[in-house]
């Protein structure tokens, strides 16, 4: 079993660019979410989803949009780069957004915005 | 909003114990995660609290006091592949989940 997967690994990307992060899960998971990790910092939330259809933001969403238009994939978009926005990027799934469940990590992408 | 404090760095020997605090402060809770996190790799799920006390789990155990806004991990019979971050997540009742900075464990042989 794949779990969750992410790509790409890690991208370099000009400032003013576009670029979409793209999530695939395959446990079929109800719930899916985007984070940020920047040293010192931790994990901070960009966006969520609970439910395919639905999404939602969290504390840093400036700058990124998302889709949920089927349970697996959870695309990120960053419409015009800033190097501020330079970060690992993982992407994570639960069986459902709330009791005991845990949070899948995918491996992470690394950003480079120059 | 959430305040998750929990301790930069840590280091300990090797079959020793060591003790990870976080305190937190919420308007909601809804429980809290601990998740390791080897460098340059994605945080992987250790235990979950949303009762008061202790959770054991073989080598790691973790505690949770919501009057005190206070949990803690324990690891117990420290071994090298442990070096690592650990990071403390709050969810509020929105079920969103907020981390603390996350704690380096450096473990010497």
């Known amino acids: 079993t794949a779990g969750i997967t992410q790509a790409p690994t890690s991208q370099i990307l000009a400032a003013g660019r576009s670029m979409t992060l793209r999530c695939t899960q395959d446990m079929r998971h109800n719930a899916m979410y985007w984070y940020r990790q920047d040293l010192g910092l931790g994990l901070r939330l960009i966006h969520y989803s609970n439910t395919a259809g639905t999404t939602g933001k969290g504390e840093v969403p400036d700058g990124y949009s998302v889709s949920r238009a089927n349970t697996d994939d959870f695309p990120l978009t960053l419409a015009s780069a800033v190097p501020s926005q330079t970060s690992v990027y993982f992407c994570a799934s639960s069986e459902v957004a709330g009791g005991s469940a845990e949070q899948y990590f995918g491996p992470g992408t690394r950003l480079t915005v120059t | 909003g959430q305040n998750i404090d929990q301790p930069t760095e840590m280091t300990a020997t090797e079959g020793a114990i060591v003790q990870i605090n976080c305190t937190y402060q919420t308007s909601g809770f809804n429980g809290l995660f601990w998740y390791q996190q080897h460098a340059g790799e994605a945080p992987t799920f250790l235990s979950y609290?949303?009762?008061?006390g202790l959770e054991e789990k073989g080598r790691f155990s973790s505690f949770l006091s919501r009057s005190k806004g206070y949990s803690y991990l324990l690891l117990k019979e420290l071994q090298m592949k442990d070096s690592a971050s650990y990071l403390c997540a709050v969810r509020e009742s929105d079920y969103k989940l907020s981390f603390g900075a996350g704690t380096t464990v450096t473990v010497r042989a």
């Open positions: 609290n949303v009762l008061d």
